[in-house]
């Protein structure tokens, strides 16, 4: 056995192949406690087969199984879309502060002011980056603020005798989210077409806008990374007809500091925290939503809102369910630990740190761009936002697809960006890589990206076998998400 053998053999190990008859990691005291009767034999069982194993066998066992996670700690991680920026320690640490996480969500409003407040803060920074007059922090995910938002926009038209504007315009570059949140709001969902530009197409805007409009849903930047300079005058339209404009800023990474959706037009819009406010996220939350709205949706927006009472001592606050309320998101009020990490985010930037971010956030875009677009086809050739989306149409002309240049990345410890999306794109690589990478990592990144191009011409088999490094190689990914198979059993 080479030395190569044996800790590729370790690296597979499971407790069960630490166990020893007999071996115990702990030593529990006699118990005092005097011996209680049994209970039905039916409700006990007998096969419960576990691994005797050592303290040291189990804390080893863990930490390779941790390290063999991919995560913004460990390397590059350029998943466009999600924006996996580094989370900030401080968030967790401030998180972590026993008067935040040792409090109960149903504990009397007067016992938790500090926690009211943080909350009543938080969505005032939010409305102050929006530009909107109100928000509720209640959704829990950024596809669960735009059911919200669409909500809200059904119970509007409802509330002014106008239940038949059933139809809600989507951009055919937007995240699937959209489409599946309107669905489940009770609309109809007419897919718009993308103009050459990579925007949203202005005369399928005015084609669609008639009295059964109830509203569009845009991103801003779209999902090519791409800012469309007709925005306002797209919000003008659906306004015009009678509909109310969603936006979806799960990607504030662009706008912070520099342009609010209130001014552009919109009506209401959800912020992902777990993406531009740098809170962990993957793995499917915990995660925050929140809605901001403009005037005309306030009074339905999730219920609870803060608020502040202004009283002759002291400020005081509490929760309270707006007049035309959709009602509750969930059983709470959202991820607290979440909206501590966000807050704490925020603060720690303050105003003239994010509009930096933003600033960063698209300067390492296009320098990804112009680096690789001799390489990489650009799939619109326009100055980018926050994002960049490449098609690896000249390497599938040579057999090589975009999934085995994602696999590869990972022999070169980059995780794959986002890919075959969006889905306007043929063999599209969507590659966001925050403003949180310094000039180096993008350079070595830029690097692996060229060798990678290299191998497609000169030694593609390394691709289509990719990735090599990983204990176990290409899954049926589709079926593990499906059917996760998370119970160990006993061999
Ligand atoms: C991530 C994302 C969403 C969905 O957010 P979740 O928190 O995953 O529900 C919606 N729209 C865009 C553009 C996104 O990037």
């Given at each position: 056995m080479t030395t190569h053998d044996i800790s590729a053999q370790r690296a597979h190990q499971t407790l069960w192949d630490l166990s020893a008859p007999g071996r115990s990691g702990i030593r529990l005291p006699e118990s005092d406690v005097p011996k209680q009767p049994m209970p039905d034999a039916s409700l006990l069982r007998e096969d419960l087969r576990l691994p005797e194993v050592s303290e040291l066998d189990v804390v080893r066992h863990y930490t390779r199984l941790a390290q063999k996670n991919f995560s913004v700690d460990t390397n590059f991680y350029p998943l466009g879309s999600c924006t996996m920026k580094y989370n900030p320690?401080?968030?967790?640490?401030?998180?972590?502060?026993?008067?935040?996480?040792?409090?109960?969500?149903?504990?009397?409003?007067?016992?938790?002011?500090?926690?009211l407040e943080l909350m009543y803060r938080l969505q005032r920074d939010l409305q102050a980056i929006t530009g909107m007059p109100a928000g509720s922090l209640a959704p829990l995910a950024g596809a669960h603020g735009e059911l919200a938002g669409v909500l809200m926009i059904k119970a509007y038209h409802e509330a002014n005798g106008e239940p038949d504007r059933k139809v809600m315009l989507i951009p055919d570059s937007a995240h699937g989210t959209n489409p599946a949140s309107a669905s489940m709001g009770g609309f109809e969902v007419v897919t718009l077409p993308s103009d050459s530009n990579g925007s949203l197409d202005l005369a399928a805007v005015e084609a669609a806008a008639n009295d059964r409009l109830a509203g569009l849903m845009i991103t801003i930047p779209n999902t090519l990374g791409l800012f469309n300079p007709n925005i306002a005058r797209i919000c003008e339209i659906v306004h015009g007809a009678g509909g109310l404009v969603y936006g979806d800023g799960a990607n504030m990474n662009a706008l912070l500091g520099r342009a609010r959706p209130y001014d552009l037009g919109f009506d209401v819009v959800h912020l992902n925290l777990h993406k531009t406010t740098s809170t962990p996220h993957g793995g499917g939350g915990p995660g925050a939503g929140p809605v901001c709205v403009g005037e005309r949706l306030a009074p339905y927006l999730p219920s609870p809102v803060v608020e502040m009472v202004e009283d002759a001592e002291r400020a005081r606050y509490r929760f309270a369910t707006p007049a035309n309320s959709i009602g509750t998101m969930s059983a709470g009020h959202g991820n607290f630990g979440v909206l501590v990490r966000s807050y704490t985010y925020l603060r720690a930037l303050g105003a003239d740190g994010l509009r930096q971010a933003s600033g960063d956030a698209v300067l390492n875009a296009n320098y990804l761009r112009r680096k690789l677009e001799h390489v990489y086809r650009v799939a619109v050739d326009r100055t980018c936002m926050h994002e960049v989306v490449f098609t690896g149409r000249p390497q599938r002309e040579k057999g090589v697809k975009a999934l085995d240049i994602s696999k590869r990345m990972i022999d070169y410890g980059v995780h794959p960006p986002t890919m075959y999306f969006p889905l306007?794109?043929?063999?599209?690589?969507?590659?966001?890589?925050?403003?949180?990478?310094?000039?180096?990592?993008?350079?070595?990144?830029?690097?692996?990206?060229?060798?990678?191009?290299?191998?497609?011409?000169?030694?593609?088999?390394?691709?289509?076998?990719?990735?090599?490094?990983?204990?176990?190689?290409?899954?049926?990914?589709?079926?593990?998400?499906?059917?996760?198979d998370l119970r160990w059993q006993a061999p």
């Open positions: 320690k401080i968030n967790d640490m401030v998180a972590s502060q026993p008067g935040f996480s040792g409090i109960h969500p149903l504990q009397p409003e007067e016992t938790v002011q500090g926690a306007i794109v043929e063999e599209a690589l969507m590659v966001e890589p925050t403003e949180t990478e310094s000039k180096e990592t993008l350079d070595a990144f830029i690097e692996v990206m060229i060798a990678i191009a290299r191998e497609v011409e000169e030694s593609p088999e390394l691709l289509h076998e990719a990735p090599h490094v990983t204990p176990v190689g290409r899954l049926d990914e589709a079926r593990a998400a499906r059917q996760p």
